[in-house]
Each structure stands twice: as C-alpha cells, then as structure tokens.
C-alpha cells in the first residue's frame, strides 16, 4: 500500500524517467529505432528498474497513466531528434496488457501524435502473445484498429507464448521480436538456435520484419545476421540510456 501511494505520487510528480535502447539494422550499423524503456528515480531508494513497480501498476491499474506518461515522453523524444535534423527513427512502446484491453486506448494513442506530430508510421507498440492469446477475437479487433491508423504492431518476447501459426497469420503486425532467451544460448545450444532460424523464416515467410534481443556477443551477433536476421538489440551496442546519448548516434536526414 505504502509502495502504491509513492508510486502514484511518482508519476505526479515526474520521478519517472525514459531510458532507450537502440534497434540496430544488422547489415548496415545504423539504428532504426529505438525501445522506450522506463525507470523510477525513487528519491531515497535511486533508481528501480521496470521489474520491480510494473507487476504492481498493473495490479493497481496505475499501468493506465504510467503508460499514458510513456507514450507521451517518448513520442515527444522521437519528435525533438526529428526536429533536431535527423532522420526518422521508429519509437517504439511497450504497451501492458492493461493498457491494451482499455477501451480508450487508441483514442489516447491518437491523440498524443495528434498533441505531439509525430506520425503514426513513427510509432511502434509492442504488446506480448499472452495479451492477444487471452482472447483472440478482442485482441484481433484492437490490433485492427491498431493497424489501421498506421501505427506498427510488435510481438515481443516472441517464441515464449504459444501463437499459433495459423493466427499468427491473420494478426496486422509488423514485427516479431525474438525473445533473448533463445540468443542467449546461441553457440550453446543447437536447439535454441534451431528456434531462431524457424522464427526468421517463419517472419519472413510472412512478410514481417524481425529484431533479435539481447545481444550480448559478437558471436550472437554473426549468427543473427547469416541467418537473415535484419534487425537487433542488445548491450552489445548499447545498454538502455537517457535520451541525451541517443542523438550522437542518430544520422542527419539525408
Ligand atoms: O528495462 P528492463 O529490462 O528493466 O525492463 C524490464 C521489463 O519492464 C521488460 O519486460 C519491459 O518490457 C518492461 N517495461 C519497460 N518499460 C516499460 C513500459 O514503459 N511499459 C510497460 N508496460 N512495460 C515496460
Ligand atoms: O521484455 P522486454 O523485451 O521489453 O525487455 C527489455 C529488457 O531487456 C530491458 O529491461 C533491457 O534492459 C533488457 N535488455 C536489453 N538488452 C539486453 C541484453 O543484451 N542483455 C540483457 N541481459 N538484457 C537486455
Ligand atoms: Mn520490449
Ligand atoms: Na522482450
């Protein structure tokens, strides 16, 4: 309880903080996006990482506002590096389950690229295959509409939950994002890695674009990209950080 009030008194009071992590394009080096990620500078207790206060704004429902705060930061960041001369990036959010069964959601969304300018083709939500699992017909209703207005759709974590092929098909995305778990174990173990050559080819296959995570080592890096990996992240280039070290690494419009 005692944890709810300062966080609820944390988002008032913007001790809230984004930190992004590059998307690298793989073949090229350069980045194509960058993932919006939250952190709490507590006054006493520094810095508290996502792990720690998500479970309860979900459970708490201050997972609404918290995301609302999100998005409008990071679409706000995505305009000023647009403004500042360089060439367009996707913004891309992770969006709780929560957020995305809120019947106002894509009336919020809309609203804060119509507050900010930043266009849909710049956005990218990222939601989980357990949200669209829970109830496929709703979830494919939303991300319809998602679609429709030309914001991107990811699936993160992608290859942990249980989409099945035949949905996965019918599902307006852009992305999947293969979970770190299996990247990790690359050069380890012939499975996992079996795994992320399925999931390449199951992307392409369907004309999605898909972004490895955590990539840690150069090895993990070499065998992403033979095997037509385009995209990734990972603190091999960079670990998450505050938006101020995001520009020297962004390209002027060309
Ligand atoms: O950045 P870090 O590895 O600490 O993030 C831990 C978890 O918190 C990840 O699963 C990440 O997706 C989640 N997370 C980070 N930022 C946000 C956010 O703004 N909204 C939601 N819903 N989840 C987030
Ligand atoms: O669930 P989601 O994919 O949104 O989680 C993103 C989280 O992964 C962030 O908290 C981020 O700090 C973490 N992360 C990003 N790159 C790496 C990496 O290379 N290694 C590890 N261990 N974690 C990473
Ligand atoms: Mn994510
Ligand atoms: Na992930």
New binding site residues.
């Given amino acids: 309880l005692l944890l709810e009030a300062s966080f609820r008194q944390a988002i008032e009071e913007e001790q809230l903080v984004l930190h992004f ?1 590059p998307q690298i394009d793989l073949f090229t080096g350069h980045v194509r996006g960058v ?1 919006a ?1 939250v952190r709490w500078e507590h006054p006493e207790k520094g810095m508290i ?3 720690d206060f998500i479970p309860l704004a979900e459970e708490t429902g201050l997972i609404v506002p918290m995301g609302e705060w999100v998005l409008r930061q990071a679409c706000r960041h995505a305009v000023r590096w647009r403004d500042l001369g360089f060439a367009p990036i996707r913004m891309t959010v ?1 969006i709780s389950a929560r957020q995305f069964l809120k019947e106002r959601l894509i009336e919020t969304v809309l609203g804060i690229l119509a507050e900010t300018g930043l266009e849909p083709d710049d956005l990218e939500l ?1 939601i989980t295959e357990s949200m669209i699992m829970h109830d496929i017909e709703r979830a494919t209703g939303i991300m319809n509409r998602i679609a429709e207005t030309g914001i991107h759709l990811a699936i ?2 992608f290859g942990t939950g249980y989409s099945s092929l035949a949905h996965l098909k019918r599902f307006p995305l852009t992305t999947l ?1 293969i979970d ?1 778990a299996f990247v990790k174990d690359i050069g380890s173990n012939l499975e996992d890695e079996a795994i992320i050559k399925a999931i390449i080819a199951l992307a392409h296959s369907l004309d999605l674009q898909v972004v490895a ?4 080592t150069m090895e993990q890096y070499g065998f992403l990209k033979e095997n037509g990996c385009e995209q990734g ?4 280039f960079s ?2 950080v505050p938006a101020d070290r995001i520009s020297p690494l962004l390209r002027p419009r060309p």
């Fill in positions: 992590q993932e990620l990482s996502p792990g992770n990222e993160d974590d994002k770190r995570e955590g990539i840690e992240q990972g603190f091999l670990r998450p």
